[in-house]
T-cell receptor, first 111, second 114 residues
């Protein structure tokens, strides 16, 4: 199956800082999804990207669908303590709709 | 905002016992999924379901697993004879369309096998 590689694995930042994380694949994805997972809860959809080159914002979050369709990044501006959690990229495999998830980026925000 | 609901939130079961995890997908969604997440690991696909039949399943979804939509609202995952390695969070998800529409996840059932 397809694999998604996320980096960094973890980040420790101060409140107010901007954050950038990315996701790469060896194969093409036609949709990129970014989810956030808080402890003990399910993944919550943050942003969905459908077109190569697309740049989409959701509040302080901005994500881009790479031109090659093999990568995506997520930026968080002016981080706040509630941004703490694990951020996953995900995409549907080309043969169907099963989502492949990345390993996640664990974000810690120090007040 | 409509959401996927799962029950129970935590299930503790003896090894070898059968367990049924329940989900109520978002009401206008047609495609349903089960995923699992072993502690500290990424989310892994188990099975997708549409029109009362399995559309896709992963290599994890062996003969011990089954899914059912017993009525118009519930979607269940049954594990026939649980093993220690079945301990994980199990997430149900649903989407409006097969490909392209994002999947929305429930808060999961934590399954602990003793």
């Amino acid at each position: 199956g397809q694999q998604l590689n996320q980096s960094p694995q973890s980040m420790f930042i101060q409140e107010g800082e901007d954050v950038s994380m990315n996701c790469t694949s060896s194969s093409i994805f036609n949709t990129w999804l970014w989810y956030k997972q808080d402890p003990g809860e399910g993944p919550v959809l943050l942003i969905a990207l459908y077109k190569a080159g697309e740049l989409t914002s959701n509040g302080r979050l901005t994500a881009q669908f790479g031109i090659t369709r093999k990568d995506s990044f997520l930026n968080i501006s002016a981080s706040i303590p509630s941004d703490v959690g694990i951020y996953f990229c995900a995409g549907p495999e080309t043969s169907g709709s099963r989502l492949t998830f990345g390993e996640g980026t664990q974000l810690t925000v120090n007040p | 905002e409509p959401e996927v609901t799962q029950t129970p939130s935590h299930q503790v079961t003896q090894m070898g016992q059968e367990v049924i995890l329940r989900c109520v997908p978002i009401s206008n969604h047609l495609y349903f999924y089960w995923y699992r997440q072993i502690l500290g690991q990424k989310v892994e696909f188990l099975v997708s379901f549409y029109n009362n039949e399995i559309s896709e399943k992963s290599e994890i979804f062996d003969d011990q697993f089954s899914v059912e939509r017993p009525d118009g609202s519930n979607f269940t995952l049954k594990i026939r004879s649980t093993k220690l390695e079945d301990s994980a969070m199990y997430f149900c998800a649903s989407s409006e369309e097969w490909v392209g529409q994002p999947q929305h996840f429930g808060d999961g059932t934590r399954l602990s096998i003793l």
